[in-house]
C-alpha cells in the first residue's frame, strides 16, 4: 500500500482540488466562503444522488425520473414552510425549528410514499431492460414535471426559510451563510446514518451483498424484491430531502428543478462509482468543489467543469473512484 | 425415497433449448457426481434445481415434495445450499460477513463456526479481510463454508477445483468428504480423477439429455464408456 492510500486514496481528491483553488484564488475569505459553500451543496447533492446509485447498484435500473423525487420534495417542503409561515418568523427558535422538522419530514414521506408507487407502477414491469426503462422514467420525470406545474404554477415558487437559518456569522474575514453550514451538518448526519445502517446492519449487509451479486443473495434464502422496494423507497426520501434542503438554499424554485438536478445528479453518481455511499459522497463533494471554485475563477467554465471533470474520471477509473464492486 | 429427483427437466435460456430430458435421482447422503463435456448441461441442471433458471416443462422434487415453481429463495430455505462456478462471493465483504450472511439468525452457531474453522484453517485467520482479497482458492473454501454454515439437506456444487493447485484440491476433497458424512452433495466436476475418489452414485448428461446413471465405482471401472460418453475433454489426472 502506497503512502496516498494509506491516508485515504482517491479520498484526498477534494482536498487536492481545495489546495489548487486556494492557490489560483488567492484570497483566503474567498477561498473559505466558496469551499463552505462547496461543502454544503455536496451535501445536498449526496443526498438527491445517494438513493440513485444504490438503486443503480443494486436494482440496475437506470431511473431517470429521480430527479422527480427531488422536484417533489422542494415543492412539498415549500408549501409546509408557507403553511408554518407564522412559525418561521417567530423569535422563538423552537417554533422554528418544528416548521422545519415539518417540512423535511413531509418531503421524506412524500418521497418515500411516491418512490412505493415508482417502484410497483412504473419500474417493477421493465426491470432488466435499460433501453424501456430510461423511456419510461424519461416520461414519468416529465409527467412528474406537469404535475408540479398543476399544482404549484408556472411562476417561481418563493421558499421561506427558518429565522434561526437566516444570516452570516464571519469567520476569519469570511462571511459564511448559516443554512449553508446546517445544510452541511445535516447532510453529515444522514450520512452517519447511512454508513451505519449499510455498516452495522443485517439490512446493509443484504444491500451491499445485493448491490454485488444479487442472484447470490437469493441462493442463500432472501427474497431480494423486498429489499428492493425498501431501497427505492429509501432512496427516493432521500432523494426528497435534498429536494426540500436545496429549495431553502436557492430560495426559488420551479418546475424544471428536477430535470436541472438530473445532470448533475448522474454526473455525480457516475464519478463516485455505483451502489457506493462513500463513492456518492466523494463524487458530490467533489463535484460542488469544483462548480463553485470555476464558478468563481471562470464563471462560463462552471457546468463544463464538471463534465470535464467526469471524462478525466471516466478515463483513469471507468468505473468510477469507489465503485461498489471491486 | 430419494432426496432429489429429476423428471423429464427441460429448460429453455432465450430461444435455445439447453435442457431437453433431464431425470435422474439423488440419494439421501455421500457424493453425487454429474458428469458431462463442456457445454452439456451441467451448470443449467444446477441453476434450474436452484430455481434461477425456470424449468419448463419437468419437476424438481426435494424429499418428494415439487419445488419446481418455487422461487430461489424458499429453495434455499427448504435445506437447499448452491455453491456456483464462479463462487459467488462478496467481494466487498468480510470473510465474517460473507458467512453470517448466510445464517438464518444474522449470529454465529460456535460450534459451527469452530468446525468450518477446522475445515478451512485459512478462514479463520483472514476472517476480518475483504473477500476480494483472498486467493482463488481461498474464495472457493469460503464458499463452500457458506454452504454449511447453517444444517443443510443438500449442497450444489459446481466445479469446485477449476483453476486451483493440486494441493488445494486435495485439501477440498478431504472437506467434502467430511461435510458429505452429515450432508449429501451433487458435485458437478470435470476433473474425474477428484470426481471419482468422492462419488458414490453419478449420471452423465449429454446435449441437455441425461445418458447414463449408475454407480461411480461401475463407471471407473469401464473406460470404454467413460471414452464413449466422456471423451478428450475431462481432465484425467
Partial sequence: MNIVERFGGVFLLPVAIA??????????????TLTVAGLAMGMMLFLMASGLSLVFGLMDV???????FVSFGAFVAASVLAYFGGWLGSDSIFLNIMALVFAIAAAIVFGAALGWFFERVIVKPVYSDHLRQILITMGALIVAEQLILATWGGTPTNVLRPAFLEGTIIVGGSSLEVYRLFAFIVGAVVYAGLYLLLNRTRMGLLIRAGVENREMVEALGFKIDRLFIGVFMLGSALAAMGGAMWAGYETLITPALGAEMMVIVFIVVIIGGLGSIQGTLLGAIMVALMQNYVGFLAPKLALASNMLLMMAILLWRPYGLAPAVK | MSLLSLRQMKTDIGQYSV???????VPEGGVFVLLGRNGAGKTTTLRSIMGLWQPSPGSVLFRGEDITALHTAQIARKGIA???ENMGIFGTLTVDENLVLATASGRFDPARLKRIHALFPALEKFRDKQAWSLSGGQKQMLSVARAIIEPRDLILIDEPTKGLAPSIISAMGEAFREISETTTILLV???????KSLGRDMAVIDDGQ???TGSMADFAADTALQDRLLSLSMETS
Fill in chain 1, 62 to 68: 437506470l431511473n431517470f425520473g429521480h430527479s422527480a
Fill in chain 2, 19 to 25: 435442457l431437453h430430458d433431464v431425470t435422474f435421482d
Fill in chain 2, 210 to 212: 441425461v445418458v447414463h
Fill in chain 1, 19 to 32: 489546495i489548487i483553488a486556494f492557490v489560483l484564488i488567492g484570497a483566503p475569505s474567498s477561498w473559505l
Fill in chain 2, 189 to 195: 466436476e470435470q476433473n474425474f480423477s477428484f470426481a
Fill in chain 2, 82 to 84: 448452491y455453491v456456483p
